[in-house]
């Protein structure tokens, strides 16, 4: 990994005040003659292409010691689940696991861990997984941190795949970075793309410094490769009407099972609105002007069956509650229909919603980045579309059409 390096030696104060100007994130400080490089460096390097020659240099760590990946074999896929009701980012994420280990030829594993859970992993065979490995116990019937992991550190010594995928729920970003921190191995959250190289190198790619860019990440000399996926970022594949591949049922040793955390009472939270699972979307950004505007909007979604979501800006101003957000701050969705009203389209909201089979924008701004990812867009105030779009859909509604 490559560093800056301050060479102190060749530090003054016509150097130091250089730097500084030639700094363009104000990363660089000179503070009582200490010349200090802080956490807004983006490594730019215009310190070292621009500044006094030799006061700051890039400097590259010593390789890591290799590791023999031809040790490694498989992408396998956590499953999640309540009561062997299979999570569908499960689905999504064999599928895309079958896709990464066709460039290899490697197999597709599934990691079930529950109590009472064998006929459930079956329906895995059926999206592409080529082994299921089933950890069934009663002591695993509630999740409980340090046992799963266990338990999954045990499936990674005994399995050895090359990459593993989690589903980027709340059960999946407490578990995957708890066994990947015992291999001492890397860890990407919140992957949009991922790509694998023949050398069973896993590109995992995701947005960074505030969508601004798209960082490539990659696990060089340590395995397994781990990745957190949202769900809706991949498409799940359809179930095949025969399966080839095979159940194998795990042993564990009984010390592995006890956990330090006692589950005392388990509590079942209601239903929430789930914009995750919608088919039809209304959504607005900051070119709705007022909370009172939101009647109108909430109308149009009722005619079209909708449901209503929201950028960021609309949850901090206290308008939306943060499940109804859209973004990577907020829910992924894969609508068949999404009509966005006011919304400009900032990198981290079309990466929430770019899936969606077709996008309808509304916008007054012809250049609004949501226009580069829309399928219809339309140019103009929402404030004379949106009226006229409730007429059409009474209209249609009045003849019986759906």
Request: net charge neutral.
């Amino acid at each position: 990994m490559a560093y800056l390096k301050i060479h102190k030696e060749l530090v003054t104060d016509e150097a130091a005040g250089k730097l500084v100007q030639v700094c363009p994130f104000s990363a660089i400080t000179y503070e009582n003659g200490l010349l200090d490089i802080n956490a807004a460096c983006k490594m730019c390097k215009m310190c070292v292409k621009k500044g006094p020659k030799g006061v700051i240099t890039l400097e590259e760590d010593e390789p890591a010691a290799g590791i023999d990946k031809s040790l490694w074999k498989g992408i396998a896929v956590f499953v999640e689940h309540l009561d062997g009701n299979i999570h569908n980012v499960t689905f999504e994420l064999l599928g895309k696991a079958r896709k990464l280990a066709g460039v290899i030829n490697h197999p597709v594993y599934a990691l079930m861990i529950g109590s009472g859970i064998r006929d459930a992993a079956q329906v895995l065979l059926r999206y592409g997984a080529d082994k299921v490995f089933v950890y069934d116990y009663p002591r695993l019937k509630d999740f409980i941190l340090d046992t799963y992991a266990n338990v999954f550190e045990d499936f990674i010594n005994k399995v050895k795949p090359t990459a593993i995928l989690v589903g980027a729920t709340n059960i999946g970003r407490s578990l995957a970075p708890r066994v990947a921190a015992r291999f001492r191995t890397g860890l990407t959250a919140d992957c949009t793309k991922l790509v694998m190289r023949e050398n069973t190198d896993l590109v995992q790619i995701r947005p960074a410094f505030g969508g601004n860019i798209m960082a490539q990440i990659v696990t060089t000399n340590s395995r397994p490769q781990f990745c957190t996926v949202r769900y809706k970022v991949f498409s799940a594949p359809e179930p095949a009407e025969s399966t080839s591949g095979s159940i194998e049922i795990m042993d564990i040793a009984a010390d592995r099972l006890v956990s330090r955390v006692e589950l005392i009472k388990l509590e079942k939270k209601p239903a929430q609105v789930d914009i995750s699972e919608a088919e039809v979307i209304v959504a607005v950004g900051r070119g709705i002007r007022s909370e009172q505007d939101m009647e109108a909007v909430k109308e149009l979604a009722s005619l079209l069956g909708a449901q209503v979501a929201c950028t960021r800006p609309l949850v901090e101003a206290g308008w939306f509650d943060a499940k109804h957000q859209i973004g990577l701050s907020g829910r992924t969705v894969g609508a068949k229909l999404i009509i966005t009203l006011g919304i400009s389209g900032s990198v981290q909201f079309a990466a929430g919603m770019r899936g969606s089979e077709c996008i309808i924008a509304v916008n007054s701004d012809r250049n609004a980045p949501i226009f580069d990812i829309a399928h219809y867009c339309v140019v103009g105030d929402l404030y004379k579309i949106l009226p006229e779009l409730i007429e059409r859909c009474k209209e249609v509604k009045k003849h019986g059409i759906s």
